[in-house]
């Protein structure tokens, strides 16, 4: 019986670590804190880059106003619905009703042509393509954005002017629905070159990358769950397209196509080498709406005028005047694209 009591002695005092108590006094580690130099200049660059390019556009707006205050005050006409564009004479005569016509239409019909061809592809790509052929599907698409605007220009004056099937289109078109403004056929005008439907046939190819990649980024984040959710349910391919995939893509697909139409809007180079003025004795007459017609919207005629109005500053206010109803347009535009967007990412 006094063989434990032995042992207890032998090995001292029970450590209170031995008992399954806790340490009075344990080892602390004191560590260094970790370094914040790195965020602090990246966040520091980041808000600086984000305060200049604000400055850079309030600058660019008053460096707009200031020039076109001029012209604007010479100006007789009203600048809003005059037609007329005569800067040869003081005092001037300009308007920007018949450019934001043109402007407005072939942008329209761009995206009413590129948005359902965009949502198409982004189907396929994301959600009926295998991978192998899809990558280079998405691949071939994105690459039409690298695409300068000269070519799609040069393309769409010298090769589509003279395609069949777009004379066809034009023909269906004025037959079926001549009774409407904007698809009647002009005399003056018996082919589609140089016509703002030929342009707008090149915007929509030319905006399609940019809508097929944003609706293409959103369909491919839906919810795995919630396709497999509608497919256990005994839904059918379409049907899990139209309950999952494209309610969860609509803000990107909205979002994409402002995006597109503010690219629309802002396209000079290509349109430059298409459009075919109309002469102003022929605005003064009448205004025609239709598309079979030829034209000049704000970029195009920015461009065409710019080299003859740099002598005279009067007509050069006049264009930067079409320019700054231009930026007011795209920004607002652009503004609306971005609150579109971020009103998706909430819900």
């Given at each position: 019986m006094a063989e434990p009591n032995a042992v207890a002695q032998s090995h001292g005092p029970a450590s209170p670590h031995a008992a399954g108590q806790p340490d009075p006094h344990p080892t602390r580690v004191q560590t260094k804190p970790p370094s914040r130099v790195g965020d602090r200049i990246f966040s520091g660059t980041s808000a600086t880059v984000a305060i200049l390019l604000a400055v850079l556009?309030?600058?660019?707006?008053?460096?707009?106003?200031?020039?076109?205050?001029?012209?604007?005050?010479?100006?007789?006409?009203?600048?809003?619905?005059?037609?007329?564009?005569?800067?040869?004479s003081s005092p001037l005569n300009f308007g920007i009703a018949a450019m934001a016509w043109t402007t407005a239409i072939s942008s329209i019909i761009a995206l009413a042509v590129a948005v359902p061809l965009a949502i198409g592809i982004a189907l396929f790509i994301t959600q009926m393509a295998p991978?192998?052929?899809?990558?280079?599907?998405?691949?071939?698409?994105?690459l039409l954005a690298a695409v300068p605007s000269i070519i799609f220009g040069l393309w769409g004056s010298i090769v589509?002017?003279?395609?069949?099937?777009?004379?066809?289109?034009?023909?269906?078109?004025?037959?079926?629905?001549?009774?409407?403004?904007?698809?009647?056929?002009?005399?003056?005008?018996?082919?589609v070159s140089g016509t703002v439907f030929l342009a707008s046939t090149v915007l929509a190819i030319m905006i399609l990358p940019i809508i097929t990649a944003t609706s293409r980024d959103m369909m491919a984040q839906t919810p795995t769950d919630q396709?497999?959710?509608?497919?256990?349910?005994?839904?059918?391919?379409?049907?899990?397209?139209?309950?999952?995939?494209?309610?969860?893509?609509?803000?990107?697909?909205?979002?994409?196509?402002m995006l597109g139409l503010g690219r629309a809007l802002g396209e000079t180079l290509a349109v430059t080498l298409?459009?075919?003025?109309?002469?102003?004795?022929?605005?003064?007459?009448?205004?025609?709406?239709?598309?079979?017609?030829?034209g000049d919207t704000f970029a195009s005629k920015i461009a065409r005028d710019f080299p003859e109005a740099l002598n005279d500053p009067k007509s050069l206010g006049a264009l930067v005047a079409s320019g700054l109803a231009l930026f007011v347009i795209t920004f607002f535009v652009n503004g609306a694209a971005r609150m579109i967007a971020e009103r998706g990412v909430k819900r």
């Open positions: 556009v309030v600058l660019i707006f008053a460096f707009l106003v200031r020039s076109a205050i001029p012209a604007l005050q010479d100006n007789e006409s009203n600048f809003f619905t005059t037609r007329t564009w005569s800067t040869d991978p192998r052929l899809a990558g280079p599907v998405a691949f071939v698409v994105d589509l002017s003279q395609a069949g099937f777009l004379e066809w289109i034009r023909s269906v078109l004025a037959t079926l629905l001549g009774w409407i403004p904007i698809f009647r056929e002009t005399p003056s005008w018996t082919d396709i497999e959710a509608s497919l256990a349910l005994g839904a059918t391919r379409w049907e899990v397209i139209k309950m999952a995939v494209l309610p969860h893509a609509r803000s990107g697909i909205i979002s994409g196509s298409i459009l075919q003025q109309v002469s102003q004795m022929q605005l003064r007459r009448a205004f025609d709406p239709s598309i079979f017609t030829g």
